[in-house]
């Protein structure tokens, strides 16, 4: 078995992925598309930036949600960001789905939904995670921390972000919010010492855009400018 840590890409995923892909059958509709494309991309960029704001959010999104009796739902109090969010979830909802579709941070985002892609990956305790293989009630009585919550209270951005934002290091922006979160963590357990070792600890962090040179810059940049 390949290296399971987040930040790691297991062994074989191309050939998994390739064969996963091979077998899917390709769904053709002759109806008219009524998409605009130009409207669509521009939404996208606009939605990408949102994760280098570092806009907290109201009170009002840590308010509890209703239990249905005989239901599988529990109490989860989870703290984010340095505030407390008390929650009615099925036992079965991952943290990502928390953040997300519970407490309204979407910055982490659902690429693969299996721990492959890094998109979902936050701070648990300091410790980068993938909170799509997370479950929320695990996470209770942990520190949990997201992209949302790295920029300071004056809106200045954290060093690894103003990296990614001087290096050009995203295009589409869809994957930046794991990838940053991925490489603060790379930059705190010590292996970003090297472009090679920088690319190793985030190779489980992907970019179908391909922007990797100018991630290997941003967390070298970042780098001497969180040890100072």
């Not at 009524?34 to 939404?43: I, P, Q, T």
Request: aromatic fraction near 4%; include cysteine.
């Amino acid at each position: 078995m390949g290296d399971m840590r987040p930040g790691v890409c297991p062994r074989g995923l191309k050939d998994r992925f390739q064969a996963v892909e091979a077998s899917m059958p390709i769904k053709r509709s002759d109806e008219p598309q009524s998409f605009d494309r130009r409207r669509f991309l521009g939404a996208s960029v606009s939605t990408a930036t949102l994760p280098f704001v570092g806009a907290r959010l109201e009170k009002a999104f840590a308010e509890p949600e209703a239990l249905t009796p005989g239901d599988d739902s529990i109490s989860v109090t989870l703290s984010v960001n340095g505030d407390s969010y008390r929650l009615g979830l099925d036992v079965r909802t991952t943290l990502l789905d928390a953040l997300r579709e519970h407490i309204g941070l979407t910055g982490s985002k659902k690429g693969c939904d299996h721990g492959q892609c890094g998109a979902c990956t936050v701070h648990i305790d300091g410790v980068r995670a993938l909170s799509c293989l997370t479950l929320a009630i695990a996470a209770q009585g942990h520190q949990i921390g997201t992209v949302e919550g790295l920029a300071r209270a004056d809106g200045a951005l954290h060093p690894m972000q103003q990296a990614f934002v001087d290096n050009d290091a995203f295009q589409c922006g869809y994957c930046t919010p794991g990838q940053i979160m991925s490489a603060i963590g790379c930059v705190k357990e010590g292996h970003a010492g090297n472009d090679d070792a920088i690319r190793e600890y985030m190779s489980g962090n992907l970019c179908r855009c391909a922007a990797y040179p100018n991630i290997v810059s941003a967390v070298a940049q970042a780098k001497a400018q969180m040890e100072d």
